[in-house]
Nanobody, 123 residues
């Protein structure tokens, strides 16, 4: 059973930064692409960004470009999402997930998920 655990969420003011972590036991990160998704209240879960084993990442959506950065440390079995200049519209539960199909944008192609971490940005 693959287990993923997100951490680093919290309540911050607009303009602040957070770094989310996605950790897993075992060596799955050495074989899987890791993606971040988020789900705001009343909205569908949306893709944020993904990164391959070799460190190639997808593009960011325009609203996140220049503010969010994904990175990974395979030796620590951890993937990070650095979020700067946070906005109230970034408020959501953030999830990490893994896929063995390379860079994928659709949540249906991710096979294991973490429970999520809440990010709340106040104005």
């Amino acid at each position: 059973q693959v287990q993923l655990v997100e951490s680093g969420g919290g309540l911050v003011q607009a303009g602040a930064s957070l770094r989310l972590s996605c950790a897993s036991s075992g060596r799955i990160f050495s074989r899987y692409t890791v993606g971040w998704f988020r789900q705001a209240p009343g909205k569908e879960r949306e893709f944020v960004v993904a990164i391959t084993v070799s460190g190639v990442s997808t593009d960011y959506t325009d609203s996140m470009k220049g503010r969010f950065t994904i990175s990974r440390d395979n030796a620590k079995n951890t993937v990070y999402l650095q979020m700067n200049s946070l906005r109230p519209e970034d408020t959501a539960v953030y999830y990490c997930a893994v896929t063995d199909r390379g860079l994928r944008y659709s949540r249906s192609e991710y096979i294991y998920w973490g429970p999520g971490t809440q990010v709340t940005v106040s104005s």
